[in-house]
């Protein structure tokens, strides 16, 4: 079946470390994306990618990267500046082009618990 | 810039009432929306999308939609609720000359009631 898979589903950490969370596609889509998910505040776009090797910042970038080294991963790092990364990680991905181009695919979350 | 205005933030009907969440947008060009609904704890599932074509648009689990230029809206709804539909509904509009990417609403849970 393809799909997105993204792992862990539950993460614990420190203040002040970094965390590599994990979205994997088969869906041989070329666009990828992470989101945020905050109570009351919907989904905001954290970064994007169109295309292997190329990422751009998305609106609320400041305190995360990511890499694109394959067309099946995108990997983002919450790093140690981000004031306020406990919340809900959203990956996704979609065509860049063709039919349906515009339609985004979810997996299922990661929820991020910064202590 | 695009943006969408969900009114209600919380929305309790009761089992086989209808369902009405309510999506407001703004866009400068004919815009594509679409509406997501998300189960606790997972990820984003599409109910249904509008990209141009028929103003009433019907989605998955009895949900439909209707395009309304002159009020810049595109309300779900479902005629009757059953207790599976609870869950948080999410409206997004294709943003601008901005490749495929979204902007979305801040979101509606509902509640059914037995």
């Known amino acids: 079946d393809g799909g997105i898979t993204q792992s862990p589903k539950y993460l614990f950490r420190k203040e002040g470390q970094n965390v590599t969370l994990s979205c994997e596609q088969n869906?041989?889509?070329?666009?990828m994306y992470w989101y945020r998910q905050d109570p009351g505040q919907g989904l905001r776009l954290i970064y994007y990618?169109?295309?292997?090797?190329?990422?751009q910042k998305g609106d609320i970038a400041e305190g995360y990267s990511v890499s694109r080294e394959k067309k099946e991963s995108f990997p983002l790092t919450v790093t140690s500046a981000q004031k306020n990364p406990t919340a809900f990680y959203l990956c996704?991905?979609?065509?860049?082009?063709?039919?349906?181009?515009?339609?985004?695919?979810f997996g299922p979350g990661t929820r991020l618990t910064v202590t | 810039a695009q943006s969408v205005t969900q009114l209600g933030s919380h929305v309790s009907v009761s089992e086989g009432a209808l369902v009405l969440l309510r999506c407001n947008y703004s866009?400068?060009?004919?815009?594509?929306l679409f509406w997501y609904v998300q189960y606790p704890n997972q990820g984003l599932q599409l109910l249904l999308k509008?990209?141009?074509?028929?103003?009433l648009v019907k989605g998955i689990n009895g949900f439909e939609a209707e395009f309304k230029k002159s009020e810049t809206s595109f309300h779900l709804t479902k005629p009757s609720a059953h207790m599976s539909d609870a869950a948080e509904y999410f409206c997004?509009?294709?943003?601008?000359?901005?490749?495929?990417?979204?902007?979305f609403g801040g979101g509606t849970r509902l509640m059914v009631k037995p």
């Open positions: 990618s169109q295309i292997v090797n190329d990422f």
């Open positions: 997004a509009v294709l943003r601008d000359n901005a490749g495929n990417m979204l902007t």
């Open positions: 996704a991905s979609s065509k860049s082009r063709g039919r349906e181009w515009f339609e985004q695919y």
């Open positions: 866009s400068s060009v004919p815009p594509y």
């Open positions: 869906l041989n889509h070329d666009a």
């Open positions: 509008y990209t141009s074509a028929a103003t």
